[in-house]
T-cell receptor
């Protein structure tokens, strides 16, 4: 089955620690995205990548970092510089620009 | 500043009726607009995409309209069912934005028996 997976589903981290969220897709999509969703708010774009080895900052990139070394994978690192990291993180992919995005199941990160 | 507005209050309707959700935007010139469905604790699921030169698009019981003059999209679900209960998100692609979608906050729909 083709799809997009995220792991883990739930993640707990202590303040001051970096943590990496996994996102993998086997849809052969060129573009991948990371969003953050807070209660009662829409999705906000953190980073996106339109092609391997290239990525751009979204609207709220501060305190986050990404890499795109393989087409299938787009991991997101939440660094200790992120002031308010507790949120629901969603990864998505799309075939190319101007097409629908396919979302993963999300990772709920809680900072203790 | 750029802004997308969806009804923040939940929409409650009776089974079998038509649900109409609104998405208004300001200061955008979107090349297209998308609608997604999101269930609690899950990722959004794509429903429909409508381009700036299209007035209306249909898919089964779903219909989307796009009025670039009014800067508004309407999303209709006909013959609604309890299984349609979810949060519906509209998302805009800024023209030439490289598929960077900007999402509204969503409208929660509850279809009651």
């Amino acid at each position: 089955d083709g799809g997009i997976t995220q792991s883990p589903k739930y993640l707990f981290r202590k303040e001051g620690q970096n943590v990496t969220l996994s996102c993998e897709q086997n849809l052969n999509h060129d573009a991948m995205y990371w969003y953050r969703q807070d209660p009662g708010q829409g999705l906000r774009l953190i980073y996106y990548s339109q092609i391997v080895n290239d990525f751009q900052k979204g609207d709220i990139a501060e305190g986050y970092s990404v890499s795109r070394e393989k087409k299938e994978s787009f991991p997101l690192t939440v660094t200790s510089a992120q002031k308010n990291p507790t949120a629901f993180y969603l990864c998505a992919s799309s075939r190319d620009s101007h097409n629908e995005q396919f979302f993963g199941p999300g990772t709920r990160l809680t900072v203790l | 500043s750029q802004k997308i507005e969806q009804n923040s209050e939940a929409l409650n309707i009776q089974e079998g009726k038509t649900a109409t959700l609104t998405c208004n935007y300001t200061n955008y010139s979107p090349a297209y607009l998308q609608w997604y469905r999101q269930d609690p604790g899950r990722g959004p699921v794509f429903l429909l995409l409508i381009r700036e030169n299209e007035k209306e698009k249909r898919k089964e019981r779903l219909k989307v309209t796009f009025d670039t003059t009014l800067k508004q999209s309407l999303f209709h679900i006909t013959a609604s069912q309890p299984a349609d209960s979810a949060t519906y998100l509209c998302a805009l692609d800024l023209a030439g934005g490289g598929n960077k979608l900007t999402f509204g906050t969503g409208t929660q729909l509850k279809v009651e028996l």
